[in-house]
Nanobody, 125 residues
């Protein structure tokens, strides 16, 4: 069974940093891509980034490309989302999910599965 568990969210001040973790079980990283998504209240879930062994780290949202980085530790079977220079507009529930292929499939959540429970990120001004 493919399972993902997010952790590392919390309350941070404007300009702060936070690292989210996505611990995977039931498979080994490299079999499938892992996507990061976020959803703010009243907004659609959007793709933040993706990690795959073939493509490495990809950030989909232009406004965070210079601030967020996706990485992975295959030994720990964990994918990370490093978030720097956080802004209030980054406030959202952040999720990770398993992609349908070995490579990243883009920012759409369609076809992703085994969603984690999400971790809340709140950025105060």
């Amino acid at each position: 069974q493919l399972q993902l568990v997010e952790s590392g969210g919390g309350l941070v001040q404007l300009g702060g940093s936070l690292t989210l973790s996505c611990a995977a079980s039931g498979f080994t990283l490299g079999y499938y891509a892992i996507g990061w998504f976020r959803q703010a209240p009243g907004k659609e879930r959007e793709g933040v980034g993706c990690f795959s062994t073939d493509q490495g780290s990809i950030i989909h949202i232009n406004s965070v490309k210079d601030r967020f980085t996706v990485s992975a530790d295959k030994v720990k079977n964990t994918v990370y989302l490093q978030m720097n220079s956080l802004k209030p507009e980054d406030t959202a529930v952040y999720y990770c999910a398993v992609g349908p292929y070995q490579g990243c499939s883009g920012p759409s959540p369609v076809l992703y599965r085994s969603w984690g429970q999400g971790t809340q990120v709140t950025v105060s001004s």
